[in-house]
């Protein structure tokens, strides 16, 4: 059976801190690139050798960066792929941003000039739509982002894309999707890449 893969990039100084972080480009810690090492040898172990029918990634450092130390050559690099864009809470963390908006979570509010949850939804679904078919041929790796890849997980199950909240990944963390008999399940969430986190 095939499966759908979500590689979370490694850490970066501002994922390490909490600030948001869509199109700064930031390369990752130290930490972060001995765990994308660490996640390529765990993707191993959960799938074999097998040649991926499909693997893509986020254009940003971070995401390609974290694909080549887990030992994967993308064959698609697309924006569909990139994080939530936090407009001008970008590089903020949620506790400045509530110092304004009190109560402000990525999943209820606005984000001024950014993404709404509608407009992350809609890029879930192309990007879903793209690896099912690929399944076919084979297991998807995709590597990206926290905050879309819980929504490509909430898009998976068929539920709107602010269910993402509801899904926890860390930096350099491993999830697999698949079907059970043709219904869309979890098959492992938020698997770390080692075990000193």
Known sequence: MTAL???????TEWSRTGRHTSYTDLPLTPTGERRAGDAGRLLGHLRGARRPALVASSPRVRAL?????AGLTADLVTEELAEWNYGEYEGLSTPQIRETVPQWTVWTHPSPGGESAHDVEARAARVVARARAALDDG?????GHGHFSRVVVAT???LA???GVHFALDAASLT????ERGTP???RLN???ALDQ
Do not use: F, N, S
């Open 185 to 187: 399940r979890i098959t």
């Open 5 to 11: 893969y979500l590689l979370r990039h490694g850490e």
């Open 176 to 179: 697999v999707l698949g079907d």
């Open 156 to 158: 998976w199950l068929g």
């Open 139 to 143: 297991d998807v790796i995709l590597v």
């Open 161 to 163: 894309a602010t269910a």
């Open 65 to 69: 960066r974290t694909a080549e130390l």
């Open 191 to 193: 698997v770390p890449p």
